[in-house]
Structures are given as structure tokens and as C-alpha cells.
């Protein structure tokens, strides 16, 4: 056995339990794309697949039982009882989980049958056992063991699902009865694509699988991830929700001493999760999977790529070459087999972080199986689990003294101390460096970077002087010196004005001009991050043409939200929309300025202009009859939300049999000829599209819209 970097697996370490080993395959499922014949637009195969028949005394048998638990959930909903609502989603994932493989053919074998009836009984023990204020499948025990938990989210309302798997530390206390223990460190398990995974196999296995087992007093963490999409766009916000939720639930969980990890399409999410958010976990350790999406699916796929030039730019989102940076914050610990294909990934991020400026590089860890296909070794797994233990135990105390940290976004903005709140263009890669030495800072901002802020608590303030010194390196260095504020605790924002660093005052409010800013920055898929509401057309529209549009297309956002990211959209009319609603939801507006009034009463605040005649974005006339406007723009009615026209999550049926695929396909607005019919890659043709500026407004010179 080898690895990259020269190292070798001590010949101890060559031999693990069959079930280990067996477990192992199985987490990582190796299920992906068909290659070349999933690359043909006008033959895409469903996903979820097409279910077996349900042999109707097994629906009926199942259908009884469902009922019964039915009947036990809405008894629970009517307790006044806190402990019983924030525990009721443990028993409501079972319902759902069944009623949505009953409805949408989502039994696979004929085991899935006994699965449903399986599910059911659990969910009743446990409503019945919510009853007597009993939570028996929280408990851990003194063996490695198993269970699931839902949680309501917040992006559609829909109860989810996730998987925990204890595995406490058994000790001897001083009176010689055994102890069980759990240490407080938790891993946070990204799975392999599975298009069978649906709620019903999921939950089915993880109730019983121990599989990856976590190291002793460690708690495993298995996100659903919104079903098959790398645990991006929704899944990225399930993942998170499921650790906040478990956070919530096991306070023994140290948030300081948590890992992401994942294999297949889960050491994608690896990737991904930890160049996104460097300061959540202690460690990483992505296994296989894709980095990135033009380099993967040439290699993989064998897809000849035509991108249109925004498309280029919006795989900068979750392709993490370009975020290599980001690792010098979490350690990393990548693996690949030797005769996997998708070693690709690793060694895209190790050219990645060796290629950068001789004075930046280093060297990324991959551990290489030798002639190991697509799974993880039992020699690797020990290894892996050792350095863990090791990045563990020896893990700074205090947040560091030094971070660099490069974005595309503002949606991912923050590190430890240090926030970016504006940028000179959104989509270039920017980076900025910080140190800090005692009570004397230095940051280092790169040209695209226009405002950021440093901030402090007690505890991260090495020295207890009053003044902080702050220096800003750049063409013009700045000196600033800071006190610290009242409570002890030091922060400051500066900002790029006339040519030079200022520190803004607190005593100033914030400008309400229009800029984007952290979670109001696009593209349109933002809006699917966080809660939203479709709010459908009412009216007769301008033209029969363009209603029809919008009525599939509707239907079409609203169904693949359910089918994909296994939710279902909140949806109202305009006249069903109340200023509670405003507030709360990111508003999709479905319809013109005819059929939807909400989008007439907003109109005169888009950068659009809509009659019957003529649609124009940036000054550029298309006929209305036959163009309709696809965008996300600050609303007008509730700035701090997003107004949608238009549009669903922007990648469609052909992105879903490559998770690679699975980006913004979209930038933060479109005109769309509604001419050629929508087909699995697009709404129509895109005869304009582009991403507004820093302002919110339409750019003046913009590339022109043609394919490689």
C-alpha cells in the first residue's frame, strides 16, 4: 500500500472484520451516471427511476397501517406539549417517507414492501412513545447503534430526515461500572448517489446501518441532502439544518470539533462543504467524487462541453479549484482509489493548490489505494481514522492568528474573524489575507475586495490593551488605531472610498441604496437557499402565448422542486399574500404584469420595462408576444428578500444524471424566446442574459451570448 505523498500502511493495519469491510462497500455506493448515453438531450432517462408495481394486498396492507399512523400524528399536532412538537418530525419522517413512495412508485424491490410496514411500526412506537414521554430512540447505548431524526425545514416546511449513528467510548468508572461515553466530537457523513435513495431507503437503512462506523465516543451525522444533488443548492441548506438540528438535540457535540466527510458523490459535498465554509469543521476528508464540473464531465462523462460564457462563470460557485485557498484553514485528508476514475478529483485540487504562487503553495494529502476501484480500502479507512483522531486531539484551542480566504459571493463571505461585505465585481476570484500578532493586525484585500470587517470577542483578544493597530496593505497602506468598544469585545468595518481605506463609523446608518450583500447577491438559484413562496398568476395574461409558457412552466418549478428536492413549494396568489409573507419568504412571481398583480404593483421598481408590445432589459427590445423575462432582483415590497420572476431552481432533467451538472445554470436575469420549447437543459433559447452589477443594474456592455 501506498500513498501520494510516500507514506506506507503499517502491515498491522491489513486485516478488518468482513461486516467492516462490507459495510464500507455499501456506504459507498458507486451507482453514477451511464456515461456517453446520458450526454443525449432528447433521451433522458427519469430520476427518481420508475418504481415496481405495488401488488394490491400489499398496498392494502400498507395503506391500513399508514392510516393508523396518520391518525397518531394529528392527535400529537393537537398537544400543547413543547417537548411533543419539537419531537413530532421524528415520527412525521416515517409517514411521509411511505405516503410519497406510495403515491410516486418509489418501491424498488420487493423488500421495500416489508420496509413501508417496518417504517410505520416505528413511527407508531415512537408517537405512542411520545405519549408516555418516552424518546427510547434517543438514547444511545454501550454498543455502536443507530437511529433517524427529522427536522421541519425552513426553506418549504416539509419535515426531512437524517441519519445518527452513535459509537459512545466504553470506559470502567472507579467503582468498576462501565460507563458509556461520547467524546463531542461528531462527523458529518456526505452519502454516495443512489437514484433509489429515496426517503423510504434511506430511512430503512439508516435505522440499521452502522456503516461508515464512527470511531470511538464520536456521533455520525448522515444528511439526507434533499436526495440525489451532491449536497448542493438545497442540499448544501439540508446539510447545514441537519447539524444545527442535531447540534440542538446532542449538546454534548463540540461545534469546534466537527469533521465533513463523504465518498462518491459525498466526497463531492466534501469538497464543496469545506472551501465554502473552511471555519466550520476541524477536518475534511473527502473520498473520490468530482471537484469541479468542465474537467469531471470531459473525463467522466466524456460530455463535449458548449457552455454560453455566464455558464463558465457559474460553475465558479461549487468548482473548487478555484477556492484551493480556503484548505490552509480546515485540514484536509483526501482519498482516492488508483484505478478510480474519480481520483480525477483529488488530483485536480492537488494541481490546484501546487499551481498556486510559489509563496501560497502546498501540498495537498492524498491517500492512494493501490488498485482499488471506486471504494475505500479497510487499510485506508484505519488511516484515515487515525489521523482524525490525531487532527483531533491537537487542534488549536483559540480561532488562528492567520487566514486567507478566497470567494466569488458574498453568500459564502465570512472566516473566523474576518467578513467581506462588498466586492467590486461578483464572479472574479478574490482573496484576502489577515494576521494577527498580539493587539497589531495586518490585512491584505486584493483589488476586488471593497468592504470588510474584523471582529472579536474576549476570548480571541491575545492582550488586554485598550488599542488595537490595524494596517492595511495595499498600493496605500493605512494605519488605524481602534479602542476597544465598551463590553471589552473589538470590531471594526472598512471600506474602499475615493481611492483609499476608511473605517466607517458606527454612528453612521447603513446607506439604503441598492448593493448586493451577503444573501442578496444572485444568482436566481440564491432564492431557492432559504425560505421562499411561489406566488402563482391569477389573472388572464398579455398574451395566450406566454401564459401557456408560464403555466407549464409553473407546474414544471413546482413539480421538480417536489421530485428533486423532495419538498413542496408554498404557493399563493397575489391576493393570498400578506405582509407577514413579505417579510419572511423570497417571493417567485409566476406570470406578467396582466395575470399577476403583485408583479404590476413592483414593475415600476425592476430594471424591466413589460407592456404588451415590448419587454426590455438594459435597453435591449424583444417582442412580448414571444419573450418572457426570467430574474432575481432586491424586492421592492421587503428589501432584505428577493423577488423571483419566472423561475424554479435553474438546472433541469438533463443535470440531473450528472451531479456535476447540477449548478446555477442561470445568472441573475434572462430573456427567454419562448419560441423554441422548453427541453431538459433550458426554459427556451436565451437570447439575453447577464448578471447585474454591484448596484443591482443592468451592466452596459455585455458579452455576447454565443456557445463554444
Not at 468548482?319 to 485540514?331: F, G, I, S, T, Y
Not at 473566523?416 to 490585512?443: D, Q
Not at 471593497?450 to 472579536?456: G, K, N, Q, R, Y
Not at 423561475?647 to 451531479?659: H, P, T
Request: net charge neutral.
Amino acid at each position: 500500500m501506498r500513498f501520494l505523498n510516500s507514506l506506507r500502511f503499517p502491515r498491522r493495519c491489513t486485516r478488518l472484520p468482513i461486516l467492516l469491510l462490507l459495510g464500507w462497500f455499501t456506504c459507498c455506493d458507486a451507482s453514477h451516471a451511464d456515461g456517453p448515453s446520458d450526454n443525449v438531450i432528447d433521451k433522458v432517462r427519469p430520476i427518481p427511476p420508475q418504481g415496481i408495481e405495488v401488488p394490491p394486498e400489499k398496498r392494502s396492507a400498507i395503506e391500513t397501517e399508514l392510516a393508523k399512523l396518520k391518525t397518531l400524528i394529528a392527535e400529537l399536532s393537537e398537544s400543547k406539549s413543547k417537548n411533543i412538537q419539537e419531537l413530532l418530525p421524528d415520527v412525521e419522517i416515517f409517514y411521509r417517507a411511505v405516503r410519497l413512495a406510495l403515491d410516486e412508485d418509489g418501491f424498488f424491490e420487493p423488500v421495500d414492501f416489508d420496509r413501508a410496514l417496518e417504517l410505520i411500526q416505528q413511527g407508531i412506537a415512537r408517537g405512542e412513545g411520545l405519549r408516555q414521554n418516552s424518546t427510547f430512540w434517543l438514547a444511545g447505548e454501550f454498543k455502536a447503534s443507530a437511529t433517524v431524526r427529522g427536522f421541519r425545514s425552513k426553506l418549504d416546511g416539509t419535515v426531512q430526515p437524517y441519519g445518527v449513528v452513535y459509537h459512545p467510548r466504553v470506559e470502567k468508572a472507579e467503582d468498576g461500572v462501565l460507563v458509556s461515553l461520547l467524546s463531542g466530537r461528531a462527523d458529518v457523513w456526505c452519502r454516495g448517489r443512489s437514484e433509489k435513495g429515496l426517503e423510504l431507503q434511506f430511512l430503512a437503512t439508516r435505522l440499521k446501518s452502522l456503516d461508515p462506523e464512527p470511531s470511538p465516543g464520536t456521533i455520525m451525522i448522515h444528511p439526507f441532502g434533499r436526495y440525489c444533488n451532491a449536497n448542493k443548492l438545497a442540499g448544501e441548506i439540508d446539510t447545514l439544518e441537519a447539524l444545527e438540528h442535531a447540534m440542538k438535540s446532542y449538546p454534548i457535540i463540540d461545534p469546534n470539533r466537527v469533521a465533513i466527510r463523504g465518498f462518491s458523490m459525498g466526497g463531492a459535498a466534501a469538497w464543496h462543504l469545506a472551501v465554502h465554509y473552511p471555519d466550520k469543521w476541524f477536518a475534511a476528508t473527502p473520498g473520490a467524487g468530482f471537484s469541479e464540473t468542465p474537467d469531471f464531465l470531459k473525463v467522466f462523462q466524456s460530455e463535449k462541453l458548449k457552455p454560453y460564457w455566464f455558464e463558465k462563470k457559474l460553475w465558479q460557485y461549487y468548482d473548487c479549484p478555484e477556492w484551493v485557498r480556503n484548505l490552509k484553514n480546515v485540514p484536509t485528508i483526501a482519498y482516492s482509489g488508483e484505478i478510480d476514475k474519480q481520483k480525477q478529483a483529488a488530483d485536480i485540487m492537488a494541481k490546484a493548490s501546487w499551481e498556486l504562487p510559489a509563496i501560497e503553495r502546498f501540498e495537498l494529502t492524498h491517500i492512494v489505494a493501490p488498485k482499488t476501484a471506486h471504494s475505500i480500502s479497510p487499510e485506508a479507512r484505519v488511516e484515515i481514522e487515525r489521523r482524525l483522531k490525531l487532527l483531533d486531539e491537537h487542534r488549536p484551542v483559540s480561532t488562528p492568528d492567520r487566514l486567507v480566504f478566497t470567494t466569488m459571493t458574498l453568500r459564502y463571505n465570512k472566516l473566523h474573524w474576518l467578513t467581506v461585505n462588498a466586492l467590486r465585481e461578483h464572479w472574479v476570484p478574490t482573496t484576502i489575507y489577515a494576521e494577527r500578532r498580539g493587539i497589531k493586525l495586518r490585512v491584505f484585500p486584493d483589488t476586488n475586495v471593497m468592504e470588510f470587517a474584523l471582529e472579536m470577542g474576549l476570548d480571541e483578544l491575545a492582550d488586554i490593551a485598550n488599542v488595537i493597530e490595524v494596517t492595511i496593505e495595499g498600493a496605500r497602506n493605512r494605519d488605524f488605531s481602534i479602542r476597544r468598544r465598551s463590553d471589552r469585545s473589538w470590531g471594526a468595518t472598512f471600506e474602499f472610498l475615493n481611492g483609499e481605506w476608511e473605517l466607517r463609523s458606527p454612528l453612521v446608518p447603513a446607506s439604503d441604496a441598492l448593493k448586493k450583500k451577503h444573501l442578496l447577491q444572485g444568482p436566481i438559484d440564491d432564492a431557492f437557499m432559504a425560505p421562499f413562496l411561489f406566488v402563482r398568476p391569477s389573472l388572464d395574461g398579455m398574451h395566450s402565448e406566454t401564459q401557456r409558457w408560464v403555466e407549464d412552466e409553473f407546474e414544471h418549478a413546482v413539480r421538480e422542486w417536489h421530485r428533486q428536492m423532495r419538498g413542496d413549494a408554498r404557493v399563493k396568489s397575489s391576493e393570498e399574500v400578506t405582509a407577514d409573507d413579505l417579510q419572511k419568504y423570497h417571493l417567485v412571481l409566476w406570470g406578467d404584469p396582466l395575470s399577476n398583480p403583485t408583479i404590476a404593483k413592483i414593475l415600476g421598481n425592476l430594471p424591466v420595462t413589460w407592456d404588451p408590445q415590448r419587454l426590455s432589459v438594459g435597453g435591449e427590445d424583444h417582442d412580448a408576444k414571444s419573450h418572457m423575462p426570467v430574474l432575481i432582483f432586491p424586492n421592492p415590497l421587503s428589501p432584505d428578500r428577493y423577488v423571483v420572476l419566472n423561475s424554479g431552481f435553474s438546472y433541469r432533467e438533463y443535470d440531473y444524471l450528472n451531479n456535476a451538472r447540477q449548478v446555477p445554470k442561470l445568472p441573475d436575469w434572462a430573456v427567454i424566446d419562448i419560441r423554441t420549447r422548453p427541453n431538459a437543459r433550458w426554459p427556451g433559447r436565451v437570447v439575453d442574459a447577464d448578471f447585474f452589477d454591484e448596484q443591482w443594474k443592468v451592466k452596459k456592455n455585455r458579452p455576447t451570448l454565443d456557445q463554444e
